[in-house]
């Protein structure tokens, strides 16, 4: 039981706490699904990017799913090793991608035919070989909320089977490219298994008809996307999941890889706030905490239902309220209509399954210091990121005052 009174008079509020025993529980598995088979859990740093948190999977084996070249360097930093990095993106920059080349990481994951020709022309200046996978659109409903679907063809993400066909091609017979592998994923917060075996059946097919013209990839990337409770959601199991995918690749002898995110983090963070204020504007209350939507976005951007605890002695019935911060925006809110009881001054809210796509979509809107961030290992807690002070907010503009 995490004691969340002793951690906010320690670290005070806001404040995210991370649960490092629950990720590790997660990870194991998820990667005990797939034991037997050839495979590799390639963290996808977006969900949680704390260099801490990147470390604590690399050291249970993990490899780093990246999207800019920003997140390879941080997987480098926490110990990943290069032959686990996959770097995707529809955007790369020249940079991006020739740093990428340069650090000699898994596969660059590519998402267009524009990019193909960018990657390969930057690995010809290098006098490098550059080994690729290709993201494939299978255009398929993942079922998820809209913001978060990207297998369909009406998403930025990836490129149809007969694009793909064609840079297949053309990437085996460039002497900088190296195609070894194909990727696919098609959302993420997933909580139906159809969708993804379907979308495995599609790209298994195109491994197969690759292999007939004598183009034999080495990974089958089935990128993340696995859903976990965060109200009452029937979730996918990592055993029926692993089943479906080696369903799906019957008789092709890949390694499979998996990039899991939320899966193995948001259930092991939490946002802890305290109550600053109660108020009423007719018949609507509200609870006004220190926390606000710089933390946590996933509320005021998706309408995502986060649970709320109170560690209150409050004794009052409980009655609807929207749970409000600071920010000076009517998106500003944790939860609408939320039944808590009266509570009081320095009463705490813990918000939960804020492991995932919390501390890093924050921002430092309304010029607040990020909260720090703190993990707990068998029973230690510990600061992992300080807290911001308003020094750092204004670091990088104070020397630049305009005359
Ligand atoms: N691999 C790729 C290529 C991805 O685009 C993503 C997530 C993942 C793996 C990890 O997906 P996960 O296992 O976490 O579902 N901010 C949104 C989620 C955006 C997900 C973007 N891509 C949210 O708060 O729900």
């Known amino acids: 039981m995490i004691n969340f009174k002793e951690l906010a008079t320690t670290y005070k509020t806001p404040l995210y706490i991370y649960d490092l025993d629950y990720m590790t529980k997660q990870y194991e598995e998820l990667k005990e699904a797939f034991k037997g088979k050839k495979s590799i859990l390639a963290y996808a740093i977006k969900s949680n990017s704390n260099l801490s948190v990147i470390k604590h999977f690399a050291t249970l084996g993990s490899g780093a799913d990246c999207v800019s070249i ?3 360097r941080r997987a480098f930093l926490a110990g990943v090793p290069s032959y686990k990095i996959i770097f995707s993106g529809v955007g790369k920059s020249d940079d991006e991608i020739r740093e990428a080349i340069e650090s000699d990481i898994l596969y660059i994951n590519v998402e267009s035919e524009a990019e193909l020709g960018r990657v390969e022309l930057i690995a010809k200046e290098l006098g490098a070989v550059c080994r690729i996978s290709i993201r494939v659109n299978p255009n398929i409903d993942p079922l998820t ?36 592998g194909i990727h696919f994923h098609i959302g993420s917060q997933l909580t139906e298994l159809k969708p993804i ?5 599609i790209v298994a097919d195109l491994v197969r008809s690759l292999s007939n013209i004598k183009i034999e990839l080495k990974f089958f990337d089935i990128g993340g996307g696995l859903g976990v409770v ?28 998996c990039e899991p995110g939320r899966f193995l983090t948001a259930n092991g963070g939490y946002f802890l706030t305290k109550v ?16 606000a939507m710089n933390d946590l976005l996933r509320p005021s951007l998706y309408k995502a239902y986060h649970k709320i605890e109170a560690i209150t002695n409050s004794t009052t019935d409980e009655s609807e309220a929207d749970v409000v911060g600071p920010v000076c925006e009517s998106g500003d809110f944790f939860a609408k209509n939320y ?20 501390f890093g979509m924050g921002s430092n ?13 068998g029973g230690e807690a510990r600061v992992i990121r300080k807290r911001e002070e308003f020094e750092d907010l204004i670091a990088l503009e104070k020397d630049f005052l305009v005359k």
Not at 231 to 253: C, R, S, V
């Open 365 to 377: 809107y309304n010029t607040r210091g990020r909260s720090a961030e703190v993990a707990i290992k």
């Open 197 to 201: 075996y379907e979308s495995a059946v």
């Open 70 to 72: 920003g997140e390879v």
């Open 230 to 257: 965060y109200k009452n959601e029937t979730t996918i199991k990592p055993y029926d999941y692993a089943q479906a995918i080696l369903g799906a690749l019957k008789g092709l002898d890949l390694t499979i890889i």
């Open 145 to 180: 909320h809209p913001y978060i679907s990207t297998g369909l063809h009406d998403n930025k993400f990836g490129v149809e089977i007969d694009a793909a066909k064609r840079m297949y091609i053309k990437a085996n017979n460039s002497e900088h490219l190296d195609p070894v």
């Open 339 to 358: 039944s808590l009881p009266i509570l009081e001054h320095n009463d705490l809210l813990v918000i939960h399954s804020a492991g995932a796509y919390g």
């Open 276 to 291: 600053l204020y109660e108020k009423q504007n007719g018949s609507k209350r509200f609870v006004v905490v220190d926390g």
